[in-house]
């Protein structure tokens, strides 16, 4: 599937390829959270712009996961999500008046139940 997705799981947050693809030249992003619509929105940004992360490994341009222990918990607690789960959730690239975000509803994730000892993980 080649649209973009953002996953939260084990305390850390990451994008997939296809984010990084639509925006070759961002290295830094700014996320934000609207709590009243429940959406996550990911801007680029530039190293310099407050609460700014990098979203990519270089050379190689490739998804990095981001250490986010507080964002983490208090997105588990705004949505009543378990910490045991890996939510990922699909979104859209949205380009008006030469700014460019990708939009996320966390709404709707596709839930992924973490696998218990000797087992398979279960999807919900």
Same mark, same amino acid.
């Given at each position: 599937?080649?649209?973009?997705?953002?996953? !939260?799981?084990? @305390?850390?947050?990451?994008?997939?390829?296809?984010?990084?693809?639509?925006?070759?030249?961002?290295?830094?992003?700014?996320?934000?959270?609207?709590? &009243?619509?429940?959406?996550?929105?990911?801007?680029?940004?530039?190293? &310099?712009?407050? &609460? =700014? $992360? *990098?979203? +990519?490994?270089?050379?190689?341009?490739?998804?990095? @996961?981001?250490? +986010?222990?507080? !964002?983490?918990?208090?997105? $588990?607690?705004?949505?009543?999500?378990?910490?045991?789960? *890996?939510?990922?959730?699909?979104?859209?690239?949205? *380009? =008006?008046?030469?700014?460019?975000? !990708?939009?996320?509803?966390? +709404?709707?994730?596709?839930?992924?139940?973490?696998?218990?000892?000797?087992?398979?993980?279960? *999807?919900?």
């Amino acid at each position: 599937m080649n649209r973009p997705a953002f996953t !939260f799981h084990n @305390q850390k947050a990451a994008v997939n390829s296809a984010c990084i693809k639509e925006l070759p030249d961002t290295e830094y992003i700014r996320i934000y959270v609207n709590p &009243d619509t429940k959406k996550l929105i990911i801007r680029p940004c530039t190293k &310099d712009t407050k &609460d =700014s $992360l *990098r979203w +990519c490994s270089l050379p190689k341009r490739a998804p990095k @996961q981001i250490p +986010c222990r507080i !964002f983490f918990t208090k997105i $588990l607690s705004l949505m009543e999500w378990d910490a045991a789960c *890996r939510y990922r959730l699909y979104g859209e690239s949205i *380009r =008006s008046g030469g700014e460019f975000l !990708f939009v996320f509803d966390l +709404c709707r994730p596709e839930i992924t139940a973490s696998p218990k000892k000797g087992g398979t993980p279960a *999807r919900k």
